[in-house]
């Protein structure tokens, strides 16, 4: 048995999109992956960064699409990070966002998310080191980072080096206690131009972030936010915040010192609707809440979002494309040969539910039935879109064989 065929088959049956899916399943949708394509392209190319939207209905491939998109970037030795945004991580709050994307941060041939094996690696006169002194010194809002990392580079006591990394991994250190380890270190007082507060300032850690990955010789960073329509459930303070923050990482030109930054921010189809017009997000920005200088870039965010490219359902023969694709991987998986014409699988799906994912599992469903049992049952779906299985009229497996002759 070919256990990764497994893994790709048990993902499609359960309908959860993975990265080993991403991998396999990336030929749909050329022209919108070939626009992709570019931008990081142009991030590796010239060091710019950008950051786009895309929507799409439930269940059509948006997690799918992030997915492929974390394996060609990998491909480009450019740094991944994939976040859906949650209650736990909404997107009003940037110092959430940071702890757990760094939790879902991977380096290029790396299974483990993470980087701290390679801050292990800088020594205190290492060029990358000074490098990165000066730069948290005179470029970032604050210089909290600067006292963080050079305390970090010549700590010995086992314990401060822990909090110092926790800190930099998005587990911010008081103030107090980092003048404290600061002077044990040094012998000398921290005097921050700028007193840190993570409500204001934690940008500077993705800032960091983008700098460091850049100076350690990766292409790029891309950053992949799914499930932003949750954005949507905030209330109307925090929305206009969480729009602020998108522009940051959709405009870093101009809001943002990103530095070879790419962000894709996936959302629902109907975000325009039911929320940037049902609840009159424009209309607020005239808001007490808002003040001048935050009203150019949400007014940017929105826009974008309304102007976002919608994935669009796949045509006839993308599907066919992805069933065929389905039946070798079910035929590594369990040792066999399916021998379906794709075009009677596709048939049989149409009637199992609008949804792609849905398809896919009904699909797999058929499979899973003419290798058991030799013949196919009657896949009906409820209102919930689950599978409901009839035993009646069950088709001959002649007819779901392909005629040979």
Same mark, same amino acid.
């Given at each position: 048995?070919?256990?990764?065929?497994?893994?790709?088959?048990?993902?499609?049956?359960?309908?959860?999109s993975s990265r080993a899916v991403g991998h396999y399943f990336s030929s749909a949708r050329p022209e919108l992956m070939e626009q992709?394509?570019?931008?990081?392209?142009?991030?590796r190319d010239t060091g710019e960064s950008s950051g786009m939207v895309v929507s799409g209905k439930y269940g059509e491939g948006k997690t799918h699409l992030l997915n492929t998109v974390f394996n060609l970037a990998h491909?480009?030795?450019? =740094? %991944?990070?994939?976040?859906?945004?949650?209650?736990?991580t909404p997107f009003d709050k940037p110092y959430l966002v940071y702890q757990k994307l760094v939790s879902n941060t991977y380096l290029p041939q790396r299974l483990q998310p993470g980087f701290q094996h390679v801050l292990q690696d800088i020594t205190p006169n290492n060029p990358n080191a000074l490098d990165l002194l000066s730069f948290t010194s005179k470029h970032l809002v604050t210089d909290k980072l600067f006292f963080v990392l050079r305390s970090y580079l010549h700590v010995d006591d086992p314990d401060d080096k822990y909090l110092l990394m926790a800190d930099?991994?998005?587990?911010?250190?008081?103030?107090?206690?980092?003048?404290?380890?600061?002077?044990?270190?040094f012998a000398q007082p921290v005097r921050f131009a700028v007193p840190f507060s993570k409500t204001r300032h934690s940008m500077d850690y993705f800032t960091m972030l983008s700098h460091m990955f850049k100076l350690l010789g990766y292409n790029g960073? =891309? %950053?992949?936010?799914?499930e932003t329509e949750l954005i949507g459930r905030l209330g109307k303070k925090a929305r206009l915040i969480a729009y602020n923050n998108m522009a940051s990482f959709l405009f870093p030109e101009r809001y943002s010192r990103l530095e070879s930054t790419f962000t894709m921010f996936a959302l629902g189809a109907s975000y325009r609707e039911d929320v940037i017009?049902?609840?009159h997000d424009f209309e607020n920005l005239s808001t007490a809440y808002v003040d001048r200088a935050q009203r150019e870039p949400i007014e940017k965010v929105l826009n974008h979002i309304i102007?976002?490219?919608?994935?669009?359902?796949?045509?006839?023969?993308?599907?066919?494309?992805?069933?065929?694709?389905?039946?070798?991987?079910h035929g590594r998986s369990y040792n066999w040969k399916?021998?379906?014409?794709v075009r009677e699988v596709l048939k049989a799906s149409e009637n199992r539910g609008y949804l792609l994912r849905t398809r896919i599992r009904s699909a797999v469903e058929l499979l899973d039935q003419l290798y058991q049992y030799g013949q196919i049952g009657d896949i009906r779906i409820n209102d919930l879109g689950e599978p409901q299985y009839q035993e009646e009229e069950l088709p001959s497996l002649d007819e779901c064989i392909v005629d040979e002759n």
């Open positions: 048995m070919d256990f990764e065929a497994q893994r790709i088959i048990e993902a499609l049956r359960s309908g959860v992709i394509s570019r931008k990081l392209d142009r991030v491909s480009n030795n450019m =740094v %991944v990070s994939l976040l859906s945004l949650s209650k736990e930099l991994e998005g587990d911010f250190i008081n103030n107090a206690y980092l003048r404290q380890i600061y002077k044990r270190i960073w =891309v %950053v992949l936010f799914d017009e049902a609840k102007n976002a490219p919608q994935l669009q359902p796949l045509n006839q023969d993308e599907i066919l494309a992805v069933l065929e694709q389905l039946q070798v991987f399916p021998k379906l014409d």
